[in-house]
């Protein structure tokens, strides 16, 4: 740059297409129902990076915790140690800049597609027209468009995970936290979600935190999958995934997948308790 050239402050809103993610020392236990039953440890000195744009995976075996640290991402649970900051603001309860997807698409049975994804934007009082503007490209992205108004008990399976996907997106979440989305579908749409999410990610990128049991499933999506230990649950491994992308379904076929899955899975049953113990 010459003496001459005149400089410029980036615009304020030019920041990374996701949120940073910063988790440190988090712990979290539950009660016992009874006086007789001791606390369950759920979560232990859990430490985390998760940079903005980045696709994360969280697998590990039942009860290890991560729909837990999940919740306390998404402001649903407080952490009984440590921090969790999203862009340098630490996290005290839900907010508009994460969205969260259940294994359930827990649609609103009484609204159309057009009114469920459009309930954010009204709740929030956003411009009808922008709202509106946004809601219809949504639909037609998510391949909805002929659905608007449909109801959810209208829709397939694979239509209402599609129909949640719009209504969260339509937020601008630079956080997206999902818990197991794709657990209750049978296999072929499954991985048609799977597709459906990669290709969706690409049109519209943000920081996800993805919860799976399912490491083939979290190879093909993630950038880095974090392995869970058993309960107390915290992070005992962490994996690059070095996949070119754009992926597709049809990359779990190839050597370079397998190999990695069979990384993954090693570190997977690392975490498990031997015939020995079970049997203790």
């Not at 929030?124 to 998510?142: F, G, I, M």
């Amino acid at each position: 740059m010459t003496p001459n050239t005149p400089t410029t402050d980036p615009p304020a809103d030019a920041r990374p297409a996701g949120a940073a993610v910063e988790i440190r020392g988090v712990g979290k236990s539950f009660r016992g129902r009874r006086r007789t039953k001791a606390d369950r440890a759920a979560l232990h000195d859990v430490d985390l990076r998760i940079e903005p744009g980045e696709f994360v995976s969280l697998l590990g075996p039942s009860g290890c915790g991560k729909s837990t640290l999940l919740n306390i991402l998404a402001g649903f649970l407080p952490a009984d140690s440590g921090s969790v900051a999203v862009d340098g603001k630490d996290v005290t309860g839900p907010g508009a800049d994460r969205g969260v997807l259940f294994q359930s698409p827990m649609l609103f049975p009484w609204l159309t597609t057009w009114d469920n994804v459009l309930y954010g934007p009204r709740a929030r009082r956003r411009p009808k027209a922008e709202a509106a503007a946004e809601a219809e490209n949504l639909l037609h992205t998510v391949g909805l468009a002929d659905f608007r108004d449909a109801y959810p008990h209208e829709l397939s399976g694979g239509m209402r995970h599609r129909a949640a996907f719009a209504r969260v997106l339509i937020n601008k979440p630079r956080l997206l936290l999902m818990d197991e989305p794709f657990g209750a579908l049978d296999a072929i749409t499954r991985a048609s979600m799977q597709r459906f999410l990669l290709d969706l990610w690409q049109q519209h990128p943000t920081t996800i935190v993805f919860v799976t049991h399912d490491v083939e499933e979290a190879a093909l999506l993630s950038d880095r999958v974090h392995v869970m230990s058993g309960g107390p649950g915290r992070i005992k491994a962490s994996i690059d995934v070095d996949l070119p992308r754009p992926r597709s379904v049809e990359d779990t076929e190839t050597l370079e997948f397998l190999t990695l899955k069979r990384r993954i899975r090693e570190e997977l049953d690392a975490t498990l308790p031997s015939l020995t113990e079970v049997a203790s």
